[in-house]
């Protein structure tokens, strides 16, 4: 019984022996189409739990698809087969059946690793390319190549997701890149203030933080809409050239990053002190240069419409209008911004728009009755107007209001602005009557030193007060003994020197001291003791002053022969 026992033991041994032997030598056969039996099927578990082959259902039979996975694994594992890809030799088999061969999912990670770097290429590139796409980071083509278009996509994809930011597409990166949860771009950009926008955006939320950052760097003027509208645009523009960009007006994505940060050029870092005094006209070149003086002066009133930063007609009437209301020399009333106008925009001294033109300002049309009434009324009263009191604001009004201007210092416009009624109604205002005369006595003091004569540009006695009482509206002769006569029917006689008044004519006897007109001049009031008038001295050979208190104009058989007085 215990000799049978051995017996028996060592039959199973040896059985055991020969099925491994039998195993091993039916493992070492080489497997290809064709091929049938347990070995196959042993091969298609193996590649089954490593992913490499994924049919259904395990058979003894060496298949087309079998073929492929052998085919793949051993690339995957390094194995090159005598009998090609696809045909499992010995070395193939033993691999599979190893824990240590290289898993479908490894190789796949391996390979594209291999391929989603700069200079990679393949069906994994293609794959990242489209979905970096569809999450709005990646705008080229579909070309399975790692170019730099590839690469900065990633880095995109990467920053807006809180990873390593390398351009590289290794497993942390597609892990977030394939899943539910990667944040698109228009996610990120909405989430950081980086929502491209230009004219007509829909995007309140963007559109208002854009224009609180713009106006923060001095680029925007007024409050925020929360709509991309013309000023928006322009505003953009001027942002972009102060910062080296292409002057669009759309605010893409590295405009907007750049408005975000305060390292930002602001508008008045950019807009220099030359800037602000700058020479500009009509036709000139645009931008932020012009923008300036449409700041200018939009901030005194005078222009209303959008920062454009070109020179338009409408700033050409603003300039004009400023020019205008601050009294400036009708040399510089142009629409152009020359320096002195430039000056004067930035001085402290520059009127306002609604210091002249208020609520109150009178014209053509106006519907106050009793204020029209009390304008005519003041006119009157100043002897620029003759007409009736009746509130109505009729071409009449209109010529006193440009008379009262002119010899008031005031563009004559004929529009009672606010400037106008309140000079009108002050004490330095000046009436008609020492308006005219202290305007002939202006036009004669400017031709002192002019040469005695009869040739053009000199005058005798006669042509140059008749030259100036042209300039005050009075025509009368040049030939003196005529001249003083007229001038007895246009004025009131003086007898006595003592009586003259500033801006009365003086006639003297003439040569032969018969008493008629001989000579003429201005007289310009009394200085201490003296009598003073201004005349074309043929003594002196010019225009001069004299002192008509001596003997030989008031003596016992002095020369003064009358005075006249043109306007009481």
Known sequence: MQTSGKSMMRVAVLAALLLTLFCTQAMAATLKAGSKGSAVSELQRNLKDKGYFTAKVITSRYTSSLKKAVGVFQIANSIRPKGGYGVADEQTQLKAASPDAVTYPQYVEKLTDAQLKPGGSGTYVKKAQSRLKKLGYYSGKLDSKYRSTTTAAVQDFERANGLSVDG??????????????????????????????????????????????????????????GVFDAQTKYSVKFFQEANGFSASGSANRTVRALVNKDTAKSFDQYVTDAVKRQQLAPGCKGGVRVAVLQLQLKNLGYYKGVITGAYT??????????????????????????????????????????????SDTLKSGSKNSGAVKALQSRLKELGYYTGSVD????????????????????????????????????????????????????????????????????????????????????????????????????????????????????????????????????????????????????????????DLNTNYYLGSNGAFLYGVRIWE
């Open 168 to 225: 590289i597409a290794d497993k942390a990166t597609r892990d977030v890149l394939y899943s539910d949860g990667a944040k698109s771009r228009t996610q990120y950009d909405a989430e950081n203030y980086l929502t491209p926008l230009s004219v007509g955006s829909k995007n309140t939320t963007q559109v208002t933080q854009l224009q609180e950052r713009l106006t923060a760097l001095g680029y925007y003027w007024g409050e925020p809409t």
């Open 313 to 358: 007609g409408a700033v050409t009437t603003a300039v004009r209008t400023f020019q205008t209301f601050n009294n400036m020399s009708s040399k510089y009333v142009t629409g152009k911004a020359n320096t002195a106008t430039r000056e004067l925009l930035l001085s402290d001294k520059a009127i306002a728009y609604e210091t002249v033109n208020g």
């Open 391 to 546: 509130g109505v604001y009729s071409r009449a009004v209109v010529s006193a209001v440009k008379l009262f201007q002119k010899y008031n210092g005031l563009y004559q416009s004929g529009i009672a602005y606010s400037n106008t009624l309140a000079l009108l109604n002050s004490g330095s205002v000046v009436a008609y009557t020492n308006a005219k005369i202290e305007k002939l006595i202006d036009v004669a003091e400017n031709k002192l030193g002019t040469k005695y004569g009869t040739k053009s540009g000199q005058f005798d006695c006669s042509t140059f007060t008749a030259y100036c009482l042209d300039k005050v509206g009075i025509d009368v002769t040049s030939e003196v003994q005529a001249q003083g006569r007229a001038m007895l029917n246009i004025g009131k006689k003086i007898s006595s020197y003592k009586e003259l008044r500033r801006g009365d004519m003086v006639y003297f006897w003439s040569p032969d001291r018969e008493k008629k007109p001989g000579h003429a001049g201005i007289f310009i009031g009394k200085k201490g003791s003296q009598y003073q008038f201004i005349h074309a001295s043929s003594s002196y050979g010019k225009v001069t002053v004299s």
